[in-house]
């Protein structure tokens, strides 16, 4: 019954959310979803404000007890490469790409867009578990943690929580922009984090994840009447540099293994681009436990558990 109510009140929302609004839509989602998850807020708000050392170190005894990046102006780029777990699931997205990189997968499962392919499926992690140890470490979920004022969790369905993705034109016709290649803010929660690590080096020849200060988005947003009454979900570039200079836009390039933390629902942003070479990256998304859509109305992602797993890892896998 939970499933059927699920589906038509997503059913509903995705068919009119255009005539009612996107942000209104978002907004009584919120509402909802804070009434409805409210034990599980509670705990996750507590466990930031009142259990933090305990979490935190409990879960990597050399953490330093304070994250070294904090996002500003809805973002932060870390080039240390200097991250608990970020080697051991750099190697895991390498084992991936060496074994499914390179492939037409137009048509398949795993493509998102003709030029935008996962490398792996949400229900495969059991024989890539490493990957998740980067998005676990307490360095990066306390630099989430910070910014949302909570124990983050891992998206447990959309947008799908861990990505090894493949950007390239090999298999399709360069056209117009379309889907993801346009401006546009995620509507799936907010705040809402991406953590971004390049497993390739990056250049403006390989797609790469393109955004907007959120304090340059707020401005667009207004101007653009964006998420408005009968108002679209993607910008084109004509549209968007009415409003701003195309000077103020961000690609995220750089070498392997750097990081870039975004909020994807306040930072207009684009990717896939030019991927005349392939580009690969990591995509994590943090969401809070009051989402602003309704789609914990119609299942949650379970992820791979293991034994001996710490409390804060168990809190942002949604255990």
């Not at 792996?120 to 306390?142: C, K, M, N, W, Y």
């Not at 667009?220 to 009454?229: E, S, V």
Request: hydrophobic fraction near 35%.
């Amino acid at each position: 019954m939970k499933n059927i109510t699920g589906r038509i009140v997503n059913r509903f929302f995705g068919r009119f959310q255009h005539r009612i609004g996107i942000a209104n839509t978002r907004r009584l989602a919120k509402a909802y979803n804070r009434i409805r998850y409210r034990r599980e807020i509670r705990e996750v708000v507590d466990g930031y404000e009142n259990r933090y050392d305990e979490l935190f170190k409990g879960n990597e005894a050399e953490y330093a007890g304070t994250p070294r990046n904090r996002l500003k102006d809805g973002w932060a780029i870390d080039r240390s490469g200097a991250f608990p777990g970020l080697e051991s699931s750099l190697a895991e997205a390498d084992r991936l790409i060496e074994e499914r990189g390179g492939q037409n997968r137009c048509g398949t499962a795993l493509a998102q867009q003709d030029y935008l392919y996962h490398l792996s499926g949400i229900d495969e992690l059991d024989q890539f578990p490493r990957l998740l140890d980067f998005a676990t470490s307490s360095e990066v979920v306390a630099t989430v943690a910070e910014y949302m004022g909570m124990i983050p969790t891992i998206a447990m369905n959309l947008p799908t929580g861990i990505r090894v993705f493949e950007s390239t034109e090999q298999f399709s016709e360069r056209t117009t922009y379309n889907a993801s290649q346009l401006w546009h803010r995620d509507i799936h929660d907010f705040p809402m984090v991406y953590a971004i690590v390049l497993v390739r080096d990056a250049t403006e020849q390989t797609g790469p994840w393109t955004f907007l200060p959120a304090s340059v988005s707020e401005r667009a947003t207004r101007d653009l009447k964006y998420q408005g009454w009968r108002q679209p979900y993607r910008v084109t570039d004509e549209r968007m540099y009415e409003h701003i200079d195309s000077s103020e836009r961000i690609p995220f390039t750089g070498k392997r293994g750097d990081v870039l933390f975004l909020d994807s629902s306040r930072c207009f942003h684009y990717g896939s681009r030019h991927a005349v070479d392939p580009g690969y990256r990591i995509m994590y998304a943090y969401t809070t436990r009051a989402r602003s859509d309704f789609q914990m109305m119609l299942h949650r992602q379970e992820f791979p558990k293991q034994e001996g797993d710490s409390a804060l890892r168990r809190m942002v896998l949604g255990q």
